[in-house]
């Protein structure tokens, strides 16, 4: 394949257009004279229950509740960071500090209307239609390159801003999802950028009016762009916009689309689904009330239309597209039976009735599964293969599949965690109503081991496709999706570990039970160590989970078989860390103090990491544990 050629030193094309010295520059702390200085601002989020904060705040409190049982009480402990409720505060510099302009290969001034050289131009744009452009088939790839020859033909005359930001987040999300051994993170990140800022540059003014097709698509690519940078919680704004964009153009109802011809009517169809299917992920990870009810959802599912892409391979993508559709519904479903709608008004659920919606809903998981066509079964066990070759359609084939079971697992997990909040809440607390304890138990532990299986399912794809043989990078997703099953699958693990030390789950009187969900956590974070090295967020991931399985290696020693006799001896004993880690003397002293403020908010606050640090006991967790080199 064709090397990637740096955007400082390509020869662009520029492209005629009203203004060729428009620039999009970076905004400065400072006014023209430099006599005007802001202070700090304060950033607010709120990260609703579904969000893996929520979560976390949950796991925190088991883990407090857990290592200082002597100051048990009923009341959340206090977790030493900014969040009250589900509201979330940090503080911001209005000015940039000079680490993270270096980040972003410092202060420079971006051509909104620079092009790379053509060859570059066409393997971004065709690189896109073989991997996203395939898992959102909104766009299609004939048309595509047939308006970019156009463009071509007419020496760059007679170009349309729209399209050429759709094209500019086309190299965006093509440049920050293709892996490549020579190119760096921190690469893949400055170059997608300045795809980003041009195509931002291009459409600042038709983002605020909404009234193309193309625009929506713009700020659909956007907001899934923007989920793996530094700024993600930027992809809900531009989600938001991009629903309001659709409303406007009635890509919600099928009477408006009636004076269009067919192709433009199953791209608008398309287009609006992909604004469905976007909007129950950020409602998912960030917490927040969904913006497309599910009962505005009227549409038929897409479909093929005479002249219409109709490869194998395009049909294979449509059917994999109209299985995240239904999934997704689910994905709805749950959110709103089971966590309001991320509201956070009500009161907490009564546990049986908990139970009683969770097996309600199991009977539209089945049948979803039950529905799936033979081409998209959902994968059990080996998922690479090295010594069977594979062409490319057979590989689109399989990484659909891959990726349909881990949305599938993923909502498994959300169905059943609110089972595991409520165990997590009652850790280490006496006096609380409960019920029937035993009953519930004996209820809630198949949820629990359904938590169990489908995390440990979620990290076994994830490492094999990254750790067993050479890294299968297209076998999944964009990274931070896989970041994101994998980190959840991983805390939720510890989560359901946590409450079964206690006892009393069919799931530990497994033979080796325990060392095969311990194994997976390490799985877990070798799998993140190989995702996407020198990645900021991904390090923040890792180190939080590492600290988690130190804490549990101290916690649970009296578990392990005889021979295993301190935390040390346990990663020589374990596969699930490299053998030539070190211990700190303390673990305060690895972390990186470069904050990410609220951009960690699909995942975690940094506070959170803090918080597992600060509480490590210092007779055992701070003498082992594993370190993820910096």
């Known amino acids: 394949m064709e090397d990637s050629i740096p955007i400082e030193d390509a020869q662009h094309v520029s492209v005629r257009g009203e203004d060729e010295q428009d620039l999009a520059a970076p905004d400065d702390a400072t006014d023209g004279m430099g006599a005007l200085v802001f202070t700090d601002e304060e950033d607010y989020g709120f990260f609703g229950p579904s969000s893996n904060i929520a979560f976390i705040r949950h796991l925190s409190g088991a883990v407090a509740r857990t290592l200082n049982p002597e100051e048990v009480s009923s009341a959340q402990p206090n977790l030493g960071f900014q969040l009250v409720g589900s509201m979330m505060s940090v503080s911001r510099a209005s000015s940039p500090t000079l680490e993270n302009q270096r980040r972003l290969g410092g202060k420079k001034d971006v051509n909104i209307y620079a092009l790379p050289p053509e060859a570059e131009t066409l393997r971004l744009i065709r690189q896109y239609f073989s991997d996203t452009g395939l898992l959102f088939p909104y766009l299609f790839e004939d048309t595509f390159l047939e308006t970019y020859g156009q463009m071509k033909r007419n020496n760059f005359t007679k170009v349309r801003r729209v399209w050429l930001g759709l094209l500019n987040m086309i190299f965006a999300m093509t440049t920050s999802t293709f892996f490549k051994g020579d190119v760096t993170s921190e690469k893949r990140t400055s170059d997608s950028d300045v795809y980003y800022q041009r195509a931002l540059g291009l459409c600042s003014k038709q983002l605020m009016r909404g009234t193309s097709l193309e625009i929506v698509q713009v700020l659909l690519l956007m907001g ?18 991009a629903v309001k964009a659709a409303f406007q153009l009635g890509l919600h109802s099928s009477e408006a689309s009636t004076r269009f011809r067919a192709q433009e009517r199953e791209i608008r169809k398309r287009t609006w689904f992909g604004c469905v299917v976007l909007d129950r992920t950020l409602s998912m990870t960030f917490g927040r009330p969904a913006e497309i009810p599910d009962y505005y959802v009227k549409l038929d599912l897409p479909c093929g239309f005479e002249g219409g892409p109709s490869s194998p391979l395009s049909q294979a993508s449509l059917v994999f597209y109209n299985a995240t559709i239904t999934l997704y519904r689910i994905l ?63 590989l689109h084939i399989r990484k659909f599949s891959t ?228």
């Open 332 to 394: 709805w479903n749950i959110i709103d039976t089971l966590y309001d709608q991320n509201i956070a008004c009500s009161k907490p659920m009564d546990a049986m009735e908990t139970i009683a919606r969770i097996f309600k809903i199991e009977h539209e998981v089945g049948q979803w599964e039950r529905d799936l066509p033979p081409i998209l079964q959902l994968r059990k066990g080996i998922v690479t293969s090295p010594t069977t070759p594979m062409g490319d359609q057979d």
């Open 403 to 630: 990726i349909l079971t881990l949305r599938y697992l993923n909502l498994r997990i959300l169905l059943h965690r609110p089972v595991l909040v409520i165990f997590l809440d009652n850790c280490n607390t006496p006096n609380v109503d409960t019920q029937n304890p035993m009953l519930l138990q004996q209820v809630a532990g198949n949820m629990i081991s359904m938590c169990i299986q489908s995390s440990m399912d979620i990290i076994a794809i994830v490492h094999e496709a990254l750790c067993v043989h050479e890294p299968q990078y297209k076998l999944l997703g964009a990274w931070w999706f896989s970041l994101y099953y994998t980190f959840n699958a991983a805390i939720v693990l510890f989560g359901t570990l946590l409450i079964c030390r206690k006892g009393g789950f069919e799931f530990l009187k497994e033979p080796d039970a325990l060392l095969q969900a311990r194994q997976c956590l390490g799985n877990a974070l070798k799998a993140l160590q190989r995702l996407d090295d020198g990645n900021r967020t991904v390090k923040r991931c890792s180190r939080y989970l590492e600290r988690l399985i130190v804490l549990w290696d101290s916690l649970s020693m009296d578990q392990y078989p005889s021979s295993v006799t301190d935390a040390q001896g346990l990663i020589s004993f374990m596969p699930g860390f490299p053998q030539d880690h070190v211990v700190p003397s303390n673990v305060m002293d690895v972390l990186d103090q470069s904050p990410l403020g609220m951009e960690l908010g699909q995942f975690m606050t940094e506070s959170e990491l803090d918080f597992i640090s600060r509480n490590f006991a210092p007779s055992g967790l701070n003498s082992a544990g594993p370190v993820v080199e910096t």
């Open 224 to 241: 899934q762009y923007l989920q793996g940078t530094q700024k993600s919680v930027q992809a809900w704004t531009s989600h938001g916009l």
